[in-house]
């Protein structure tokens, strides 16, 4: 007893007297610490301090608030943004012909340009004080949505400037000179507005970009002022074939000390007028053959005045906090929206066409072998749409979280991809005819577009979302990042002692916790509801779990070489990502008032999310450098194995059954899919072919019992419809419905054939 008291003394006076605490534990670990997670990079530090932490905070710490998340208020679009969306929207969908854009024109009519201009396509972002729409980011997602169900090469020329580029950068930084000249005109179409980042050796490295500017005098417009002279070669920037304003990223260098001290100050951005001497436009590329326009940009030895700096010159050198915060919101918006405008037209469409082409006498979505790619299409896009929703719900409600919106970005192009293949499949031979009727071609070349700008994927995954969010998510690390590059040893100790306590504690939490939910399997967690979704609110909170303690160990071990694993990285960033993405789920169903029609596809997401989870976990303890720890770790999470499985055929077949019906949860996942009125618009063909079937199938049925029986032995399909009219096998009114269908029909899966070249 003597004993455990005195330990129990010496464990207090230890933990309770920080001069003790730090001479016998946090000095020790502190010095270990500095040597396997040295000090961020200026770059970094960047980039970390950028933004900010949201929902992705709760799933990292592993005790995620459920009720906060149902708490969060689904952002909902305006009387007026909705509005746009009926009205302007349409109105432009119904002017743009996709084939002749791409296959023939190779790029936007003039008509559209000046509807574009006219009607404030470009001025989304900008707040009405200089003219713009100041649209909410659900209502930027939205439309650009819409519009790339339509024509992607329409809805790449909309976002880029309601994206990364002047607008933005000027919107938050731009002076108020520099507000109150370039927004209105930008707002009326007057600017068309690009913004050059990437170069042909600096591409998702954009830190390493070797366009550079000098501080220097120099002539402008007949008087000697301070400005900068730059040099620069921009490749696959957006607009900048047309674009009259260039927004230019580059390294900023003051070797003669004319505004400081600080020789090499950082990356700058910059507005400068195309027509401004020197500057270099008119080269595009054709990315996968599309029509928007994208091209290079070059200048050498341009000057131009401090002025024309975003923010004037105080934020000489600042360009990279300014960059990364942007692009963190555009990445969450522009090309999220693409996946999601994918999985809208591909399950709209792919539904439609696999009732109404028949082969060996049924409908294709009755056949199993179709079915498992059809309900995949189908859940993904209530994935997108869930996904969609809440993320632009943190970008309305102010935050930046950059590794929300690279999970966004990562995964929801990824899916578009993945449905788009699918529907490929499905629609078979018409799928791969390119023409007028082809409403799949032109979205299945682009979405490599999607995956590959604004940061390839493969980097996305690998480096940005478990990388950055393993410092940036985790509640300690970060500040003792900072305590490590104090300059001052004394300060960084005592700032690092204050945070160590409550980080031992954090991790003695999640080891305790992680294991009795590893040994209960999780049944005894707390869920917020109290239906057939509680299991999984459970799953998700023992999988959060498993990921701080995970992370924590990971961190601990590897340290500084954990961003260069990257396989590892990228296995716990793809838990951290499944996460968020069935979040993003059951808040969407929540929000929706749990419908019971919705239940399949929350099912199939959930269960698809957690099997990724374990599929990652699986890949991290396989390979983690240090077998005995990942041994032990699996043994204390996952003490009775791990056991998710992916998604039943039961399951793909009542997602197939709405996906080929007329209801209300079809339209919820599909709703930004444009179906033209024109009586030859591709997808209007299909849509009411649709609605045809559909109405017809009482009649269709009546008839092929009386075919099955030999009462009807006619040699076409008309034939025997005529057939069951005059033997009175149908009447009147239905034998209009099966003519109908049959004319419909053979529009819906006709393919376009030209005359030969």
């Not at 699986?618 to 720890?629: C, E, L, R, T, V």
Request: glycine content about 10%.
């Amino acid at each position: 007893m003597e004993i455990l008291l005195l330990l129990l003394v010496c464990l207090v006076i230890i933990f309770v007297f920080a001069p003790v605490r730090q001479v016998l534990i946090s000095g020790p670990i502190f010095g270990y610490f500095k040597k396997i997670l040295p000090p961020l990079s200026a770059t970094e530090q960047e980039a970390m301090k950028a933004g900010s932490v949201w929902w992705d905070g709760e799933l990292f710490a592993g005790k995620p608030d459920w009720q906060r998340l149902h708490g969060y208020t689904q952002a909902k679009l305006t009387e007026q943004e909705q509005r746009f969306l009926d009205n302007q929207v349409n109105t432009l969908l119904a002017m743009v012909d996709d084939y002749q854009i791409v296959q023939q024109d190779h790029k936007l009519p003039e008509a559209v340009w000046q509807y574009l201009r006219k009607e404030g396509f470009f001025a989304l972002i900008i707040d009405p004080e200089f003219g713009g729409k100041g649209f909410s980011a659900l209502a930027n997602s939205t439309i650009v949505s819409k519009i790339a169900s339509r024509s992607l090469s329409v809805a790449v020329t909309v976002m880029v400037p309601n994206s990364l580029g002047p607008g933005e950068l000027l919107s938050h930084y731009g002076t108020l000179e520099q507000k109150k000249y370039w927004l209105p005109r930008l707002a009326k179409g007057e600017e068309v507005p690009c913004f050059a980042l990437t170069g042909p050796n600096a591409g998702s490295d954009a830190g390493s970009i070797p366009d550079k500017g000098i501080i220097c005098y120099g002539d402008y417009q007949g008087e000697q002022v301070l400005g900068i002279s730059l040099t620069w070669d921009k490749r696959y920037i957006t607009l900048a074939p047309v674009a009259s304003v260039l927004g230019l990223a580059f390294k900023l260098y003051d070797p003669d000390g004319l505004i400081g001290e600080t020789k090499a100050l950082g990356i700058t951005c910059a507005l400068i007028p195309t027509d401004h001497p020197g500057v270099i436009i008119g080269q595009r590329h054709y990315p996968m053959g599309l029509a928007f326009q994208n091209g290079t940009t070059q200048g050498q030895n341009v000057f131009i005045p401090m002025d024309w700096i975003i923010g004037g010159q105080q934020y000489a050198g600042k360009g990279w906090r300014m960059l990364v915060e942007c692009l963190s919101a555009g990445r969450g918006i522009s090309l999220p929206a693409l996946g999601a405008a994918c999985g809208h037209l591909s399950t709209r469409m792919t539904g439609a066409y696999a009732l109404v082409r028949h082969q060996f006498g049924l409908p294709i979505g009755k056949f199993e072998g179709v079915q498992g790619n059809m309900a995949r299409i189908g859940a993904f896009t209530y994935q997108l749409e869930a996904a969609r929703t809440l993320t632009t719900t943190a970008l309305d409600m102010g935050q930046r979280p950059a590794i929300v919106t690279a999970i966004a970005k990562y995964h929801m192009t990824e899916m578009g991809r993945t449905l788009l293949s699918d529907a490929m499949d499905i629609h078979a031979g018409k799928a791969i005819q390119l023409g007028p009727q082809n409403y799949l071609g032109h979205a299945y070349l682009g979405i490599p577009i999607a995956i590959t700008v604004e940061g390839a994927n493969i980097l996305t995954r690998s480096l940005m979302i478990f990388g950055q969010g393993a410092t940036r998510c985790h509640p300690y690390v970060l500040s003792e990042l900072a305590a490590a590059a104090e300059p001052d040893p004394q300060v960084g100790l005592a700032k690092f002692d204050q945070v160590l306590i409550k980080h031992i504690g954090f991790a003695m939490g999640n080891s305790l916790m992680g294991a009795w939910q590893g040994l209960t399997a999780g049944k005894l967690i707390g869920a917020p509801v109290n239906n057939k979704m509680a299991t999984y609110y459970r799953q998700l909170t023992r999988m959060s779990r498993a990921l701080a303690l995970t992370a924590d160990v990971s961190m601990l071990v590897l340290g500084g070489d954990l961003k260069r694993k990257e396989m590892i990285s990228a296995r716990l960033g793809d838990v951290l990502s499944h996460l968020y993405l069935a979040s993003a789920s059951l808040k969407w169903f929540h929000d929706r008032g749990s419908p019971s029609s919705d239940i399949p596809f929350v099912h199939y997401n959930i269960q698809y999310n957690l099997y990724q989870i374990g599929q990652a976990f699986d890949g991290f303890f396989d390979n983690f450098s240090q077998p005995w720890i990942s041994r032990v770790l699996k043994t204390v999470l996952f003490p009775w194995g791990i056991n998710y499985r992916l998604p039943s055929d039961q399951l793909d077949q009542e997602i197939c059954q709405t996906m080929m019906s007329d209801c209300e949860l079809r339209d919820a996942i599909t709703h930004l899919c444009y179906i033209g009125d024109d009586e030859n618009d591709a997808t209007g063909i299909v849509e009411r072919s649709f609605k045809a079937r559909l109405a017809a199938l009482d009649a269709e049925r009546k008839l092929i019992k009386a075919i099955k029986d030999k009462t009807i032995v006619g040699e076409t399909m008309a034939d025997k419809i005529a057939q069951g009219l005059a033997l009175g096998i149908i009447n009147a009114h239905e034998f209009e419905l099966l003519v109908t269908s049959l004319a419909l029909t053979d529009k819906a899966v006709a393919v376009d054939v030209f005359d030969k070249l």
